[in-house]
């Protein structure tokens, strides 16, 4: 299948670069997923949208402020790192941008701090050797690091985003990336769920590059996800399996999570890593319903979107969001699709 299939064309005005105020503010369309014409709505509507019985599952995955700016020992050079995933001790994965390409044995200076490039991958991945671990790299990243805002929020991010780039879920640190559909969630929207009947779980996904980084493939059978880790707890396993209405994935990275851990008979708890690449002609075993924003042209994301809806009915959805102005990406709209 050609990855052109998942292209659109989306007015630059339209790609949100501001949070709104009210977290569940934001418009909703609600997409019924075998037939039917879309419904606009609100999410702050979603209690009326769903069933008692349903579950929604959610990721609870804290963004770190993972983007480090700094100069090469040296030269001077300007070095920008997004630190991706930890590797044990002080070395974490990373992608660099500089003027030059970084070598093995490159040191770079940042917030009084020097870091060790111990492997250069190719294609700007690192491997590179923090100045601290445990509790004492978390304060470093906290002083040192900015929130990594996706680069079509085009402003610096501001001392703002550490909280609204960040869901009410947020527990579990180590995410480059917010899980977004979480973001419009509130905890008053959370109780009137639950007075509707419905049951709140969590997994943790920690977003990294197979989220996020571009197809470059032709063909989408060709793309390959990096992997990405995850946790199932056992409550969450024992709510998910004993659901008596719908299981509704909070987001694409609890969709993925779900289906990576589940058998083909029920969801297992426990840890693992995931590569799991969901495209059209994926058949679904955990999930049932997804709230989800509105993604990329040619993204995996959106390729998961178009495998759980189809892709005729994803496309015409996607034009009549952008006919009618919704706002897309990580702060903007939502849909539903149940």
């Known amino acids: 299948m050609d990855v052109g299939e998942f292209d659109y064309e989306l007015p630059r005005e ?39 019985g349903d579950v929604l599952v959610v990721n609870d995955a804290r963004v770190i402020p993972a983007r480090v700016r700094g100069r090469k020992e040296g030269t001077g050079g300007k070095v920008e790192l997004l630190l991706v995933e930890p590797l044990g001790g002080a070395d974490w994965l990373a992608l660099s941008q500089s003027s030059k390409p970084l070598r ?63 869901t009410i879920f947020a527990r579990e640190r180590g995410a480059v990336a917010a899980p977004t559909a979480g973001l419009h969630f509130t905890p008053r929207l959370l109780e009137d769920l639950r007075g509707k009947g419905l049951q709140i779980a969590q997994i943790t996904l920690h977003v990294g590059p197979g989220t996020f980084l571009p197809v470059r493939a032709r063909r ?10 995850y946790h199932v707890p056992a409550a969450t396993a024992e709510v998910v399996n004993a659901a008596r209405g719908r299981v509704v994935a909070v987001g694409t990275t609890a969709l993925r ?70 706002r897309f990406f990580s702060y903007g709209d939502a849909m539903l699709i149940v």
């Open 14 to 52: 339209l790609i949100a670069q501001e949070p709104l105020p009210e977290r569940d503010a934001s418009r909703l369309l609600v997409l019924p997923r075998e037939r039917g014409e879309p419904e606009h709505r609100m999410v702050r509507e979603l209690p009326a949208l769903l069933r008692s």
């Open 104 to 166: 093995a044995g490159a040191t770079v200076e940042a917030h009084g701090a020097r870091l060790q490039v111990v492997e250069a991958r190719g294609e700007g991945e690192l491997v590179v050797r923090l100045p601290a671990q445990g509790e004492a790299l978390w304060r470093y990243l906290e002083e040192a690091g900015e929130m990594p805002l996706p680069p079509y929020i085009e402003r610096p991010a501001r001392p703002d985003d550490r909280e609204r780039y960040q």
């Open 220 to 229: 989408v059978e060709d793309h390959r996800m990096h992997r990405e880790r």
């Open 257 to 326: 999570t779900l289906e990576a851990a589940h058998d083909g008979t029920s969801l297992r708890a426990g840890s693992g890593s995931t590569d799991l690449f969901i495209a059209p002609g994926y058949r679904f075993r955990a999930v049932q319903g997804l709230f989800t924003n509105f993604h990329l042209p040619r993204s995996t994301l959106l390729m998961l979107v178009s495998a759980f809806a189809g892709l005729p009915r994803v496309r015409a959805a996607y034009g009549e969001a952008i006919a009618r102005r919704y």
